[in-house]
């Protein structure tokens, strides 16, 4: 995934959704949602590791019309942890990503009450990292503690479903999935989503 090209087109969404929230009469929404992350991009030792984790978000929203809307989030993925232990040897790595997500949503009426969505955009990630090592052997010697960040850009698409308790609470589940390039490959977590959202 190329830098440039996920820069310009957050860019472009971001000029495109502001202009057009700008010329309509937009019901504007919050909300919140709890949840669970799936993810085995820390997965790299044979000692195990935390493939999936609890999750929350917090979103906000312009609703264009009943089928369209624009939808600003941070989002809290938890922390995913590996580690690995032989001999004189022990290792520990843990991993906290947040990200803040642009997206657009495309929903469509099932009933008077419940609709699907799907949802494209783009969100910046934020993964906060710590290594921890410690041996006493012919391969390594000492101890190492550090501490790094790291930053890029990923691809967000998901589906959900909505329901419609009255003119201002709805219900929400969804799924999203995040693609991004993590160092030497390609990687994508999943979330697992319900919350709810009030539009004013």
Do not use: P
């Not at 995934?1 to 502001?18: A, S």
């Not at 919140?32 to 590791?49: A, E, I, Q, R, V």
């Not at 995040?178 to 319900?194: E, L, P, S």
């Amino acid at each position: 995934m190329e830098q440039r090209g996920l820069k310009t087109g957050l860019r472009l969404l971001t000029v495109g959704c502001l202009m057009w929230a700008a010329g309509a009469s937009a019901q504007v929404y919050v909300g919140g949602s709890l949840g669970k992350t799936d993810d085995t991009s820390n997965c790299f030792w044979s000692g195990g590791c935390d493939k999936s984790h609890s999750s929350y978000q917090l979103l906000g929203g312009y609703a264009y019309n009943q089928n369209v809307a624009i939808e600003f989030a941070y989002t809290n993925f938890g922390r995913s942890k590996s580690y690995f232990s032989s001999g004189d040897r022990s290792q520990r790595f843990e991993s906290k990503v947040d990200a803040y997500s642009l997206a657009m949503l495309r929903s469509y009426s099932l009933t008077d009450q419940l609709s699907v969505f799907g949802k494209l955009g783009t969100a910046y990630l934020i993964s906060n990292e710590s290594l921890k090592a410690k041996g006493d052997g012919s391969l390594f010697t000492g101890e190492v503690n550090r501490q790094t960040r790291y930053r890029d850009l990923a691809v967000q698409i998901g589906v959900g479903l909505e329901y419609k308790l009255n003119d201002h609470l709805v219900l929400r589940a969804g799924y999203d999935q995040y693609r991004y390039k993590f160092q030497v490959g390609r990687k994508a977590f999943q979330t697992t989503t319900i919350g709810a959202r009030y539009a004013f």
